[in-house]
């Protein structure tokens, strides 16, 4: 027979229901935190095409111009209001018939070149293409010059006592040991 000193020994501690509350805490927040998922979920745009090559066309669009507000994520990509507002705008033109490059053209002279991932080239782009390699080559040859400067001063220290120098240097030095 089962005493109820024995049941009392089977209970779990404190420490043990602390635990558990705890668990149950956190399985009842995860339980929450998918029930908002499917709401976030729901704010993704759902735009009807009358074929994959439009679809297609969207897809690389939107990939390919840049959030004004973001900055460094592409208008598919942002929740901003501005890349919803692109997106819709995308999807307009698209409907009207319109050739990815008025699309394109016409983000630009809304925009400007910087809401483009890949800007032509062109006078006002050229720094922006030609920049870092001028960069990399002014570093290459501003690091040469120190070299070879460095190895000549280093060579001209190595010759800056005459003959006569160097006696009175050895000489001074034989006297300091004795």
Not at 60 to 75: A, F, G, S, V
Not at 124 to 133: C, D, S
Request: charged share 30%; hydrophobic share 40%; net charge neutral.
């Amino acid at each position: 027979m089962i005493s109820r000193h024995d049941v009392a020994s089977v209970r779990p501690s404190s420490r043990a229901s602390a635990l558990l509350q705890g668990g149950r805490r956190l399985a009842a927040a995860a339980v929450l935190a998918l029930g908002f998922a499917g709401v976030a979920q729901a704010a993704i745009d759902a735009y009807t095409f009358k074929d994959d090559a439009e679809r297609a066309r969207y897809t690389e669009l939107t990939r390919e111009l840049r959030c004004p507000k973001c900055q460094n994520q592409d208008i598919a990509d942002s929740n901003a209001p501005i890349a919803a507002d692109l997106r819709k705008e995308i999807y307009r033109m698209l409907g009207e018939g319109e050739s990815n490059q008025q699309i394109i053209d016409f983000m630009v002279d809304r925009y400007g070149e910087f809401v483009r991932y890949k800007p032509e080239l062109n006078a006002h782009t050229w720094l922006l293409w030609f920049g870092p390699a001028g960069l990399l080559l002014g570093g290459a040859v501003l690091i040469g010059v120190i070299v070879v400067r460095r190895r000549r001063t280093s060579r001209e220290d190595a010759d800056v006592l005459s003959d006569e120098e160097r006696q009175r240097l050895a000489h001074l030095l034989d006297k300091n040991r004795e």
